[in-house]
């Protein structure tokens, strides 16, 4: 089973942030968090990943609760584009990185 | 930005039949996997494949399934004799070592009829 929760969907309205949240109360030490979005049946795209700190990039920003036990991923501005399936996975650092994938967070932007 | 390529985009088989789905990872990479989504479904973990040889396979990765890292660049599934219920989308991954993220093929879409 994954070791993650999320929301089964949001709405946001076009232009403003989607805080997209998750949770992962068992996550282990040497865990990261990944973030990765699936648009209709295409493969999943990576987006962030982050250990403790908060993490940004060009795509988003992930913030990680200090006891690690939940993050948000933050889409700043968010289009009609980022209309997808978001998934919150915990994997290894080492090992065979395997992927549990839960059921994410279908987000819909709206015009 | 380097893609990992899967072909064909769609393939579809009689049941009984042996099909291969093949990908080229990102030429780099050294971890390869393969997954799978039944429509409406979750995304399933089936096997990955590091040093050529597979570190670690799910339930769903019987002996009906086989991976295979022919040369350098390609990397296949191959299901031996396909079920109705092998009808899916087949994803193929890779990644460098240590914390990155995968990057994901743009799958197969194999239907058994």
């Known amino acids: 089973d994954a070791k993650t929760t999320q929301p089964t969907s949001m709405d946001c309205a076009e232009g403003r942030a989607a805080n997209l949240p998750c949770n992962h109360s068992t996550i282990s030490g040497n865990e990261y968090v990944y973030w990765y979005r699936q648009i209709h049946s295409q493969g999943p795209q990576y987006i962030i990943h982050?250990?403790?700190n908060n993490e940004t990039n060009e795509m988003a920003s992930l913030i990680i609760t200090e006891d690690r036990k939940s993050s948000t991923l933050i889409l700043p501005h968010a289009t009609l584009r980022d209309t997808a399936v978001y998934y919150c996975i915990v994997s290894y650092t080492s090992g065979t990185y395997k992927y549990i994938f839960g059921t994410g967070t279908r987000l819909k932007v709206l015009a | 930005e380097p893609e990992v390529t899967q072909t064909p985009s769609h393939q579809v088989t009689q049941m009984g039949q042996e099909v291969i789905l093949r990908c080229v990872p990102i030429s780099n990479h050294l971890y390869f996997y393969w997954y799978r989504q039944i429509l409406g479904q979750k995304v399933e973990f089936l096997v990955s494949f590091y040093n050529n040889e597979i570190s670690e396979k799910s339930e769903i990765f019987d002996d009906q399934f086989s991976v295979e890292r022919p040369d350098g660049s390609n990397f296949t599934l191959k299901i031996r004799s396909t079920k109705l219920e092998d009808s899916a989308m087949y994803f193929c991954?890779?990644?460098?070592?240590?914390?990155?993220?995968?990057?994901f093929g743009s799958g197969t879409r194999l239907t058994v009829v």
């Open positions: 982050g250990l403790k």
């Open positions: 991954a890779s990644k460098d070592t240590g914390p990155y993220g995968y990057t």
